[in-house]
């Protein structure tokens, strides 16, 4: 392989030319994010020395804060490990690459920065080992689309639920007002607001979100209430589930989690896609409401990695005791 140049872009007018397959590392989610407020995009570009492009991630710094009580810092955060043109070079520039980002947020003073959604669980163990980087066990769910319907998927008592909430009125569609924009933005920010781990960018990344091809946003109703709705990104013939929020207490009779889950499946399945990935279910020894709901679907769990890094030397150290294997 010829030696690869590493650089990183924080501008978009200083972008190459690049083949985008995966939404998460796109020049289209760069442009996105360098119009959202409190984020920061890095490109990390691996080149040759005639400026063909090898490889590519995307990374992205989000600044965190609150007055009550006042704080505030910023968090590096990658999905995925990029693309890559030839495959046989993947592991080479990949260590190259988070070698590269790691430096440039650590200088940032990132408090944190966490890499998750990695292809295979054991894939970049080394690289990460060696930039100081922990694991932590995570779950992940998908739905199969290829080979069933999702109604073939579903038990007798799922069936039962769904009937049940739609004879009541409960229904599900693409957003396409400000008036129902809002509401649902208002729904996330409230669902996020007491979650530390979990953070939720301004509303204008969703407001650039909703207008872009590869995405769409889904609100649940029940008669004038917009209780609920999520998120959902399409990349490399798949559908992601990025965001959910419901109103769960108020309108636990509507069960907006479940219609929500519902409809982003049969929709995926519509459009053909193979997989709908749910992006966060959370620890996999936790006991999580909506995980259960979302395995009820027929998806397929599985546990994985995700890998942190915290600035702090001593804080790192422990948590890497902490969560040794």
């Known amino acids: 392989m010829e030696s690869c140049q590493i650089v990183i872009v924080t501008r978009s007018k200083e972008l190459p030319a690049i083949e985008c397959k995966d939404f998460f590392h796109s020049t289209e989610l760069f442009h996105i994010l360098e119009q959202t407020p409190g984020s920061t995009p890095y490109m990390v570009i691996a080149k040759d020395a005639h400026d063909v492009v ?37 592991p080479q520039l990949f260590s190259q690459m988070l070698r590269a980002i790691t430096t ?14 990695i292809s295979k669980k ?9 930039n100081d980087y922990f694991p932590i ?11 069933k319907a999702p109604e073939e998927r579903l038990d007798e008592k799922m069936k039962s639920r769904i009937a ?7 229904t599900c569609s693409e957003t396409t007002s400000k008036e129902e924009f809002d509401e649902f933005y208002k729904i996330l920010r409230n669902f ?15 407001e650039l979100l909703q207008k872009s091809p590869n995405c769409r946003i889904y609100t649940v109703s029940f008669k004038k209430w917009i209780i609920g709705g999520c998120v959902v990104v399409y990349s490399r013939g798949n559908a992601y589930l990025w965001y959910m929020a419901t109103k769960r207490k108020s309108f636990a ?4 989690t479940t219609m929500t889950i519902w409809n982003a499946l049969q929709d995926s399945y519509k459009r053909g896609f193979q997989h709908l990935h749910f992006m966060n279910v959370g620890l996999p020894y936790s006991k999580n409401p909506i995980r259960e709901t ?3 679907f027929g998806g397929k769990p599985a546990s994985t990695n995700h890998w942190f890094r915290c600035s702090i030397g001593w804080v790192n150290r422990l948590l890497k005791w902490i969560n040794r294997e």
């Open 54 to 90: 090898h490889a590519h991630l995307l990374a992205v710094v989000n600044r965190r804060g609150s007055m009550l009580p006042p704080y505030l810092y910023s968090v590096g955060r990658i999905y995925g490990e990029g693309e890559y043109v030839d495959e046989a070079e993947k």
């Open 104 to 117: 440039r947020l650590k200088r940032r003073l990132c408090l944190y920065i966490e890499v998750s959604h």
């Open 122 to 130: 054991m894939f970049g163990y080394r690289t990460f080992r060696e």
């Open 137 to 147: 066990r995570w779950m992940q769910v998908h739905n199969s689309l290829h080979s």
């Open 164 to 170: 049940h909430v739609q004879e009541i009125g409960v």
């Open 192 to 206: 996020y607001r007491f979650k530390f781990q979990r953070f939720l960018p301004k509303k204008k990344l969703f």
């Open 253 to 256: 009779k509507c069960r907006p």
């Open 294 to 296: 979302i395995l009820h």
